[in-house]
């Protein structure tokens, strides 16, 4: 496990935390109806790919469901707590929609990762 990758990691989770905690904070760029949903599936796609990236560990077809699902609880559970956190700031409220775009952010990011990293292993293979 290389200790960039999880700094990077912690490092994104706790900026996560941080922007979360901003009060009245409104997403970037220009407006349009879904917007904040979208920002909530790219914020947890990015965690979800240093998720798997950040802790490291080796996929293989036999265990790529229990490693896809560990990851994918892990991310939902802080995409949780990140909303309740936000019910306490002024101007931000808990929203289970938002919750439900951090869920299939970070099931995206952990899949493709392992897609990725699958394939970049069973091509290695075939080169040998």
């Known amino acids: 496990m290389s ?70 609880s892990v991310g939902v559970s802080i995409g949780a707590i990140d909303e309740m956190v936000q019910g306490y700031i002024p101007g931000r409220h808990t929203d289970i929609f938002d919750w439900m775009a951090d869920a299939a952010g970070v099931g995206l990011g952990v899949a493709l990762t392992m897609t990725w990293s699958l394939h970049r292993r069973r091509a290695s293979r075939e080169r040998m």
């Not at 009060?23 to 879904?34: A, C």
């Not at 949903?37 to 790219?42: D, I, T």
Request: glycine share 6%.
């Open 3 to 72: 200790r960039l990758k999880l700094l990077l990691l912690v490092l994104y989770v706790a900026t996560i935390f941080a922007v979360s905690t901003r009060p009245n904070l409104s997403p970037p760029g220009p407006d349009f109806e879904y917007r904040d949903k979208v920002a909530h599936v790219v914020e947890y796609f990015l965690l979800g790919t240093l998720l798997f990236s950040g802790i490291g560990w080796t996929v293989s077809r036999t265990n790529v469901v229990l490693v896809f699902f560990f990851l994918l």
